[in-house]
């Protein structure tokens, strides 16, 4: 499956198995071995590790309206888009910290508002931890402490494989703690990872995701110890309601998990603040806490990223004329699919997947995944390489508490992100 | 090259000299001696009648890592203050708070403009120490560095709970310095942290950690003694426990003796100051802790000054956090358990100077600043952003020298609180050459910086030039220039030219043995290898902007 020889060998031909961290989920898991030889060989790999680690490089060559030219010519022709945009949007954003730096000193350059591909879902996240705060653990907490685990609206393994294998059913842990119990509620996808390796079966409490906040509603007024005038909600008796209310709070440490990704809902920020205030209710007596999942493509890191440069998370937008310049942050008008309508160039980034961008009238520049198929050729495509695989990187995890360096794999053939975004700086300069 | 700084008046207390009228030369980023008058002089500048002390050092300063940087998620309205140009309280002055949550590049520039050339990070989650590192990387302007959190993790409170030598303890904390690129050693809520993930809510200082059965006592002990034994310049830097609580003065006074004639610092300990007297339950202690830090010359602490006006506090006190959550304002917090390793707490505040509590803090941090007699162990801190972002540092100064000031502030407080203060009775004013030493000369030799916090001969050529004025607050507010490194960086109180400073870090010798029990641990309990969790100096200095000063420590004692 390796189509371009020269992109075929991992790094030390000395080394057999070689110690990889893996940016195909939030979890990084980084105790994967990936073996020096053909096929590529992925030891603790789960399926979504081994379509990463064993992806070829399709494509080497920059191309102007699928005509493929050289690096320079295809920078040039960045340069002169930007240079004569006054709106750019920056979209897509799929890189991890060091990529996220030149995007933010680029945007700085250009002028332009910056949004994440999943910010669908991250901003319904950020808005309600905005509104109210929240209360949350991360996975080394839920590996040594978690004796109850909560799933909202999802399976948790579609888009986080290993999290069971690696941080539920887990045989060391630092307290002597029970085998957890599962709860499923409104999952959707395959629940049988949560059954335990003793063959101990999750609780599954089935209702629709669009029936969540009245389900969310009705656990909050239990947790205040109201009584509900009704035997069932959405279809999900009380009786069952209360149990898994008492489960929780019987919990020396239990943990809510929610995948903001999965509540394609409306009022899908008041499921997660109710999930968050139920959290925050149970807390007054018992330990309980959340664990929101992330969407992937480097969400994590791009957000913490723009925070500390910009003081704002992505929906955001450096204003040059303004007071010398500075950035404003607007869930709303800075989202892609209104900017859309009003920019006047588009770049989209996406290194880690071959997504390509939304269509656009306003020109666009395309960097990214070397696999990238386009209905409509971009007037610019610079393929780059891919962090953890084709160069180094750093990158957050879900939980964004943790940090973790990412590796170059393979020879490089083909330019970073931040090489061209630099390049692309130099010339607006 | 050559440069010559003219006719300055020096407040140099490294070097005894108080507002000595003396020449200052810069070669290669130092200060030099007298060249000899065959050498060419490059560039001269008068500074006639100009203020001249060593670049300012913020020992304690949230500058990096993720609570500060949750509390930018979570508040993005913060932002807005940036253009605020009227104090929000009544008593206050422009320069008093404002923006709490800066950007790294904001917190660069807003530092070096008031003559500051490094701050430190004090509590930098060894696991989430790359962040602080990657933000503190993108920080410029400044020198920085991180006091590195123990002391709530798992592995350590299994070796005290085990009853391991200090020889453990000891390799296992210069170990943590080394992976984390750290310069100090912290302590939070000793033992209270990790408490709280086991639902306990309150951890007294001889109270036991319900799973390990240890002490705050014990925890504060063993990790003061790694210190001292390690030959760390840091004092091991000590959040006490009960944070805020009413009372907790008494936790203070026997931190302080717990301490047995071992170096500690006790940060921000205007918190850590409250009585219960009065109708309401709540008053000054600071007479007994200022008391006590007098009598210990071992103790040494900063004050973390309450100022009026919206802020956020950031902890890695979850414990305490939780409790204070109630207080919110506006209504939100964020509360975090992080990787059997430690947590966190973000939570925003206002300062209100109606608010009799409010009130009585700001007047107690006061009172302790002007009770301690020795300048060399008080450090001006608000603790940023938890008492008030740290840009209002010009202003606690002139409250600190100017008495009417203060007094002119204090009549306007809530007049319960008033009435429980004898901020009034303290007349004494500090002393240009007093401010040198606590945010220069001071911090410089508590944390091992040999090279800086001072104009001497060999001395890195960080320097802040201040016009002489009788408002402090003004003067020290916008220097007239100052030098980083040798480079003219700020003219009249703004940045002319972009630099990035070093990172400091302190790396003891230890036992590298250590490192096969903790690979063991990481691979049986943790979510990361021991590989990945430690951070290698090329990720600081590889691109091209930042570098590692290794700090030259005390030769090891015993």
Known sequence: ?429 | MITELKNGKLYDPTNGKDGVVQDIYIRGGRIIAKPSSTEKISQSVDLSGKVVMAGAIDMHSHIGGGKINIARMMLPEFQESRRYSEPEAHICSPNCSHHATPSTTETGFRYIEMGYTAAFEPAMMPINARQAHLEMADTPMIDKGGYAMLGNDDYFLRLLAAGKDQKAINDYVAWTLHATQAIGIKVVNAGGISAFKFNQRKLDLDEAHSFYQVSARDILKSLSRAVYDLGIAKPLHVHCNNLGAAGNFETTLKTIEAADGLPMHLTHIQFHSYGTEGDRKFSSAAAEIAQAINQHKNISADVGQILFGQTVTASGDSMMQQINAKHANPKKSVIMDIECDAGCGVVPFKYRDQNFVNALQWAIGLEIFLSVNDPWRIFLTTDHPNGAPFTSYPHLIRLLMDKSFRNEAFAKLNLDAQAMSNLKSLTREYSLYEIAIMTRAGPAKLIGMHDRGHLGVGAGADIAVYNEQTDREAMFSQPAYVFKDGELVVKAGKVIKVTWGATYTAQPEFDIGVEQDLKQYFDRYHTMQLANFKIDATEISQDGRGRIIVSKQHPITS
């Open chain 1, 1 to 429: 499956m390796w189509q371009n020889p020269t992109a075929m060998k991992i790094l030390d031909d000395s080394v057999q198995l070689i110690s990889a961290t893996c940016p195909a989920c939030g979890l990084l898991c980084d105790d994967l071995l990936v073996g020096n030889s053909t096929p590529i060989s992925v030891k603790n790999g789960c399926p979504k590790s081994q379509i990463f680690f064993r992806q070829a490089v399709s494509n080497t060559s920059p191309s102007m309206f699928g005509v493929d030219c050289d690096l320079n010519a295809a920078v040039k022709a960045a340069g002169k888009i930007l240079l004569h945009s006054s709106q750019p949007l920056f979209s897509g954003l799929g890189t991890e910290v060091q990529g996220m730096r030149s995007v933010m000193a680029l945007a700085e350059t250009a002028g332009a508002t910056l949004d994440h591909m999943h910010s669908e879902s991250t901003v319904r996240n950020t808005l309600a931890m905005q509104n109210s705060g929240w209360q949350t653990t991360t996975l080394t907490e839920v590996k040594n402490r978690a004796d109850l685990i909560v799933a909202i609206g999802t399976d948790i393994v579609t888009s986080h494989p290993r999290f069971f294998e690696k941080l539920v059913w887990n045989a060391d842990n630092l307290f002597n703690k029970a085998t957890p119990e599962v709860i499923f509620l409104a999952a959707t996808g395959n629940t049988s990872a949560g059954t335990s390796p003793d063959g101990h079966a999750p609780t599954i409490v089935t209702a629709e995701t669009v029936d969540l906040p009245a389900i969310m509603s009705a656990l909050n007024a239990l947790a205040h110890n109201k009584k509900l005038d009704a035997h069932e909600i959405a279809g999900v008796s009380v009786t069952a309601l209360i149990a898994v209310l008492a489960k929780i709070k019987a919990a020396k440490y239990a943990v809510i998990v929610w995948s903001v990704g999965c509540l394609k809902i409306p009022h899908a920020e008041l499921t997660v603040q109710s999930i968050t205030q139920l959290i925050a209710t149970l807390n007054e007596n018992t330990r309980v806490s959340g664990l929101p999942l992330n969407s992937g493509d480097g969400d994590s890191s791009i957000n913490n990223t723009s925070a500390w440069l910009s003081g704002y998370p992505t929906r955001n937008r450096f204003n040059v004329h303004q007071r010398g310049g500075e950035f404003s942050y607007d869930t709303y008008h800075f989202s892609t699919q209104q900017q859309l309508n009003n920019c006047d160039a588009l770049l989209w980034i996406s290194t880690f997947n071959a997504y390509a961008p939304p269509s656009s009238v306003a020109p666009t520049i395309v960097i990214g995944h070397p696999d990238m198929q386009f209905t409509q050729a971009p007037d610019v495509f610079i393929p780059v390489g891919i962090p953890g695989l084709d160069q180094s990187g750093t990158m957050f995890r879900m939980d964004s508490s943790v940090a973790l360096p990412l590796k170059a794999m393979r020879k490089q053939v083909l330019p970073t992100l931040s090489d061209v975004l630099r390049q692309i700086e130099t010339l607006l300069a």
